[in-house]
């Protein structure tokens, strides 16, 4: 199987963190950890590339607020950029996006780029049991299962599918995941403030 791509989404303009728009969450600062100070998806997306060779970052044309410093944060940390102009239709427009713009990949780890504190092992660990032939994969903290979350070649045509907020829960329910038990509760935390 090819190597992985990995799927950040960044396209979401963060109203649940600041309804006013005036911030873009994905620029905010890491507050702890390895990462601290750094823009949170800056934070996200070293995760990723220090675990998969290849990261594509979903985001948003240039004439939106914030697009321009994201844009060149993003590339100046090696992702290819995917512009996603429906993004304000969900997270799922952005997903097929993303796999759309990598559709001859053997597979996909999806991640989200207001989650910075993933550990890379952990992300190593779903890439993992995606080459071991699994159709998807999460990790699980605790009982709880978070992200990133890995889909095969398999699910390619749902996942091109993906529309609205549902993003890829019913890629999810049509192939439940494989479940990996990680020490990493960096896949659950979520930083909106409301």
Known sequence: MQAPV????????????????????LLQPVQAGKHAGLPMVVAAARNL?????????????????????????????GCELVLCEQAAMGMGESLACGIHASTNAGAWIVALGDMPAIDPATIAAVAGALRAGHVTAAPVYRGQRGHPVGFSAQCLTELLRSDGDRGARAVLEKFPPHLIEVDDDGILIDIDLR
């Open 49 to 77: 590339k220090s675990a998969v060779e290849r990261t594509l970052a979903v985001v948003r044309p240039h004439n939106h607020p914030h697009q321009p410093r994201l844009h060149e944060l993003l590339q100046r940390e």
């Open 6 to 25: 990995a799927v950040l989404l960044a396209a979401g303009l963060g109203e649940r963190y600041d309804p006013t728009g005036q911030s873009l969450k």
